[in-house]
């Protein structure tokens, strides 16, 4: 399964890089702390969108695992970055509570924004270990609940950068959407 709709929402898995979604209004960071460039996918959005996004994300730093935080999408392809720190497995605690409060959050942030379409990463999934499998079921319920209160959202895609990545994810999805 690679899309479903659900209340209307189309919520869709996809193999890419979240700094390469041109069709998307906004993309969400897999951030640290302090708002700045990093591994993996901070690395890539920091990268492509520039020092703008860096200046822009000073003030509002630090963050806590669970929050997000909005800003303007520099050079990027899209108009806006949605910041979310994730849990660092076996450290910050409840880990589940935080990483599904990252995915809540971030669709609040769009929501607040009048965004229709979001892209995520699998949040907490590199550096900070979280195992994959949990983390996709995780990130699918929860998006999964938010569509029942959205007002502006049609689109939410995980954009998965690994096949492994993708394939947990495509099973994920079958477990939380058909039950
Ligand atoms: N596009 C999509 N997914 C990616 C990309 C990309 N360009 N690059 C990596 N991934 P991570 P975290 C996948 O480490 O675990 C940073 O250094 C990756 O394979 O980016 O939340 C920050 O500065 C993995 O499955 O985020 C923080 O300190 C997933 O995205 C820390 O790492 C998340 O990997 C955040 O760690």
Known sequence: MQLV?????????????????????AVVNAANAQLRTGGGVAGAIHRTAGPGLTEETRPLAPIKPGEAVITGGHNLPNDYVIHTLGPVYGKDKPENELLASCYRNSVDRAEENEIESLGFPAISTGAFGYPAEEAAHIALETVKEKTNSLEYLKTIRF?????????????????????
């Open 5 to 25: 709709t659900a209340n209307g929402v189309t919520v869709e898995i996809k193999r890419g890089d979240i700094a390469n979604q041109p069709d998307l209004d």
């Open 159 to 179: 954009v998965l950068f690994g096949q492994q990545s993708y394939d947990v994810h495509e099973e994920a999805m079958s477990d939380v959407f058909d039950g």
